[in-house]
């Protein structure tokens, strides 16, 4: 599994993008990027996923660096209800498991 | 479609007891994994059943045991209860081959005392 790294947390501006980064230098060329984020008091919700060209859906953006070491995902107009942890993985798509890290909250505020 | 239902969302018991957590996948979905996580971090893979089998574990002792049903639901059973195994238990289903990612029910906290 890829270890991927995260910063602890960050704060945006409601309306403004926010853009987490994450860095996962040992991917493997079968690994995907995904990402989930998790709301208090719930569970984890998947976001999107990537594996080498920037991916696009209702909810977000995924950038993928050309050398596949570093992702950046983008929330590209922030609001409250974004506040949450956001995690990063790396997973094949048929492993069993997703190797959570500890995330980036990111605090969204008026 | 129903999401990932889990029960109880509360749970309360003493060192020593065991505990048998549950779930209800999403429908359609005939994979079922389980996570434990502890408050400030992220979620730790328990086990994942297909199809009734076993199909991958965590690093977790064998007093955390699984089953999955004909109907693809599940239950997570924990024996002799340690003052660590308080967390919130997450169930997740998903359809094998599908790459939208896993759905996860809201979880069950489990505090033992």
């Known amino acids: 599994d890829a270890k991927t790294t995260q910063p602890t947390s960050m704060d945006c501006a409601e309306g403004r993008a926010a853009n987490l980064p994450c860095n996962h230098s040992t991917i493997s060329g079968n690994e995907y990027v995904y990402w989930y984020r998790q709301i208090h008091s719930q569970g984890p919700q998947y976001i999107i996923h990537?594996?080498?060209n920037n991916e696009t859906n209702e909810m977000a953006s995924l950038i993928i660096t050309e050398d596949r070491k570093s992702s950046t995902l983008i929330l590209p107009h922030a609001t409250l209800r974004d506040t949450a942890v956001y995690y990063c993985i790396g997973y094949t798509g048929t492993a069993s498991k997703l190797t959570f890290g500890t995330g980036t909250r990111l605090q969204v505020t008026l | 479609e129903t999401g990932v239902t889990q029960s109880p969302t509360h749970l309360i018991k003493t060192r020593g007891q065991q505990v048998t957590l549950r779930c209800s996948s999403q429908s359609g979905h005939n994979t079922v994994s389980w996570y434990q996580q502890a408050l400030g971090q992220g979620p730790q893979f328990i086990f994942q059943y297909y199809r009734e089998e076993e199909n991958g574990r965590g690093n977790f002792p064998p007093r955390f045991s699984g089953l999955q049903f004909p109907n693809y639901s599940s239950e997570l059973n924990v024996n002799a209860l340690e003052l660590d195994d308080s967390a919130l238990y997450l169930c997740?289903?998903?359809?094998?081959?599908?790459?939208?990612?896993?759905?996860f029910g809201s979880g069950t906290r489990l505090t033992v005392v």
């Open positions: 997740a289903s998903s359809l094998g081959g599908r790459w939208d990612g896993y759905t």
């Open positions: 990537g594996l080498k």
